[in-house]
């Protein structure tokens, strides 16, 4: 029986590949190309995508705390509305 070694990729292989996926090449041509599976492949984009797009997290947590920010003032923004609303029908009903 014959025992495949395990083939290493340099994490710049590595990318070089993803960057092809991305490019546009069908997965199976770059497996074919490089000798691995389609399977290791997807492994790889979803264990270094984070990686590859590193100002994309930043920018997701910048926009969940705005979001978060427009929120809490969206909820004051009510909370007064709704206290100068029943001000305001009190005073209109005080005056009758």
């Given amino acids: 029986m014959a025992v495949m ?6 994490r710049d292989q590595i990318q070089r590949m993803m ?5 546009g090449q069908l997965a199976a041509e770059v497996s074919r190309r490089y000798g691995i599976s389609r ?14 797009q590193p100002g994309e ?6 926009l969940e705390d ?17 206290t100068l609303r029943a001000a305001l029908i009190r005073d ?5």
């Fill in 19 to 23: 960057s092809e996926l991305d490019a």
């Fill in 39 to 52: 399977s290791t492949l997807y492994r790889w984009r979803s264990k270094f995508a984070d990686k590859q």
């Fill in 66 to 82: 705005e979001h978060r920010r427009l929120k809490r003032q969206f909820a004051e923004l009510t909370l007064d509305y709704a």
């Fill in 57 to 62: 997290k930043e920018r997701l947590r910048s």
């Fill in 92 to 96: 209109v009903r005080g005056d009758c």
């Fill in 5 to 10: 070694s395990k083939l290493r990729f340099t």
